[in-house]
């Protein structure tokens, strides 16, 4: 599976922003789908997922509430909607596809994506 993101950019504190994953190679239907970010200086961490068909995400408890997770199996795409950003969710965001393992590991996804920069000023 390749993955690619898009969507990134710079937003003031409080603003939204939707980031896309296109896939293609495989259906994305069989995988978990999870985003990742990773600000200079630190480890790459869990963000949130989505369970193959199953519509409830999981999210880390940094942006649970804020960000939404969502896939069209269809398309082939998984979504990040972002809201009431903070600066401290400035970081490089990363989509990834896993068929099995614990999801909130980066190590359980096979497939990663190039990242898209986003940039949350005060």
């Known amino acids: 599976v390749q993955l690619q993101a898009s969507g990134g950019g710079l937003v003031q504190a409080g603003g939204s922003l939707r980031l896309s994953c296109a896939a293609s190679?495989?259906?994305?239907?069989?995988?978990?789908m999870g985003w990742f970010r990773q600000a200079p200086s630190q480890e790459r961490e869990f963000v949130g997922a989505s369970r193959w068909s199953v519509d409830s995400g999981i999210y880390a408890d940094s942006v649970k509430g804020r960000f939404i997770v969502s896939r069209d199996n269809a398309k082939s795409a998984v979504y990040l909607q972002m809201n009431s950003l903070k600066p401290e969710d400035t970081a490089v965001y990363y989509c990834?596809?896993?068929?099995?393992?614990?999801?909130?590991?980066?190590?359980?996804?096979?497939?990663w994506g190039r990242g898209t920069q986003v940039t949350v000023s005060s």
């Open positions: 990834a596809g896993s068929d099995s393992g614990d999801m909130y590991s980066t190590r359980s996804y096979d497939y």
């Open positions: 190679g495989r259906a994305i239907r069989n995988y978990v």
